[in-house]
């Protein structure tokens, strides 16, 4: 899921831009191309976590193991974890909207064929190619918002701060709907294959509305050394993660898992150098000088990793453990996308008071909603479709208040000049935390619950995935405590 909401301020000469001196005041028709970009950044919303309830459909179709299961969710957001780090650079190079609309064409044709998928193999590479395109296109998306609403982006992140909040988590809802309505015969598929109309939409209303501006900096090369290092370093600490709890940890996974370390302190390594020599680096690694920053970071990992592989572990229980179908699923968790629209909305209000402290409030509010949850799963009873629901509404109001201030709150140390980079790291991060998420959770998962076991090995495993995230929310807890007390001012 992305969901930071990004203000970010050049950290390089900008040339040609739309956002310099010379734009109008006020970019004529720029409620509509909001309407463009909003459609965009829903698709990759939707879709980071759209496979969460319709996966077990999947797997009866086209087989697969659990760490298949896993995989479906993880390795989208891991290759959008690690593509970030270019794709923002693509819009510098190359003007945003043309970015933009490479991305969202890219994107469709993945989708396409994650519909036409015959294979399980063929489904998860189509998958990867989903993120890939996803992380060209979410990085011009803020940057478009702020060339064509200047000063005046709070309005616009007014709207679409709500509308992130509710996406996040209403993707299992939508797949329950689509994959039980089976549309024509599409089944599981219907879930990839929608994509399509909502994305030529907003090809042809950003195609006619975006500002088509001039590349932002001349001359900027990309780092692609870097970027496979990235990649290399992710893969070597997430692919064991996923697979080596189902075979046993063999040797391979351990030795994975140690060479991750390695490869990603030479990947830091090299962008350091690149910097010292004057040359463009994916990363600028000056941010991490301040310790409000790498606090950030750190609570980014923890909330996201925790939110996301929370919400792939309740989707495989609801199913697969008191096996409700898809419907019945999205039905049970419709509560949480309600209480994220609601804490969404009502954070814009809050933050300005509260500062730092809204985090603590929603991170409060999250652990209240848990600790119904795993007395609930710790019951002799298995839950109906229904009882479950006070403590996700609860749950999901607490996670929505987070997503809107959080982004400013961790910038809000820094210059100006260094938010556009710090901007796209956080990102990347976030990306990167959840696809961690999903492999460590859903790892705890299935080590607890085997495909096909009864509803009270079930409820065991999703007690202890709810009491794992706990602990996970009280660390972000006490991580929030290092980011700056008050949000980035706008400018």
């Not at 478009?144 to 982006?153: A, N, T, V």
């Not at 939508?174 to 219907?190: E, I, K």
């Not at 403590?391 to 938010?419: C, R």
Request: proline share 4%; with cysteine; net charge positive.
């Amino acid at each position: 899921m992305t969901t930071i909401l990004e203000t970010p301020a050049p950290d390089r000469k900008v040339e040609d831009s739309p956002s310099a001196a010379s734009q109008p005041k006020v970019f004529p028709h720029r409620w509509l191309g909001l309407i463009a970009i909003l459609s965009a950044t829903l698709l990759n919303l939707l879709d980071a976590s759209i496979v969460n309830v319709a996966a077990p459909a999947i797997r009866t179709e086209l087989g697969g193991t659990a760490a298949t299961l896993q995989w479906l969710s993880a390795g989208y957001t891991l290759a959008l974890a690690v593509g970030l780090l270019t794709g923002g650079r693509l819009g510098d190079m190359f003007g945003r909207k043309r970015v933009l609309m490479i991305g969202l064409a890219g994107f469709l044709a993945a989708s396409l064929a994650c519909g036409a998928a015959g294979t399980i193999e063929v489904l998860l590479a189509a998958r990867v190619v989903q993120g890939v395109f996803a992380a060209v296109m979410v990085p011009q998306c803020f940057g478009l918002i702020r060339d064509m609403f200047g000063r005046d982006m709070g309005k616009a992140y007014a709207l679409f701060g709500p509308a992130i909040g509710l996406a996040t988590i209403a993707g299992p809802v939508v797949a329950g709907v689509l994959v039980d309505a089976d549309l024509l015969g599409t089944g599981w598929r219907s879930i990839f294959l929608i994509n399509l109309p909502l994305g030529a939409a907003a090809i042809a209303l950003g195609a006619k509305i975006l500002p088509a501006g001039a590349p932002a900096v001349k001359g900027l090369k990309l780092d692609l050394g870097g970027a496979l290092l990235a990649a290399a370093g992710m893969c070597l600490l997430l692919v064991p993660l996923v697979e080596g709890r189902e075979l046993g940890w063999p040797a391979w996974s351990i030795a994975m898992l140690v060479a991750s370390v390695p490869v990603l302190a030479l990947f830091a390594w090299t962008q350091a150098r690149r910097a010292r020599s004057g040359r463009t680096a994916l990363v600028e690694l000056s941010v991490f000088k301040k310790r409000s920053y790498t606090s950030g970071i750190a609570f980014v990992v923890v909330f996201f990793g925790a939110v996301t592989g929370f919400s792939l572990a309740v989707g495989l229980f609801l199913q697969l453990g008191l096996g409700f179908g898809p419907l019945e699923a999205s039905l049970a968790m419709a509560a949480w996308a309600v209480g994220a629209f609601i804490g969404s909305g009502s954070s814009a209000a809050l933050a300005p008071k509260l500062g730092r402290g809204i985090l603590h409030l929603g991170l409060v509010t999250m652990a209240a909603g848990l600790a119904v949850l795993w007395f609930q799963f710790g019951a002799d009873a298995t839950p109906g479709t229904w009882a479950l629901s006070p403590a996700f509404l609860v749950f999901g109001i607490g996670m929505g208040v987070i997503f809107v201030p959080l982004f400013g709150i961790i910038t809000g140390d820094l210059e100006d000049h260094e938010v556009g980079s710090a901007s796209g790291l956080l990102e990347s991060f976030q990306q990167g935390a959840s696809a961690l998420g999903v492999a460590g959770l859903g790892t705890v998962f299935f080590g607890r619950f085997a495909i096909g076991a009864g509803a009270a090995e079930a409820m065991h495993a999703a007690q202890l995935v709810t009491g794992l995230t706990v602990l996970l929310t009280v660390v972000a807890f006490l991580v929030a405590f290092g980011l700056p007390k008050q949000a980035k001012a706008e400018h």
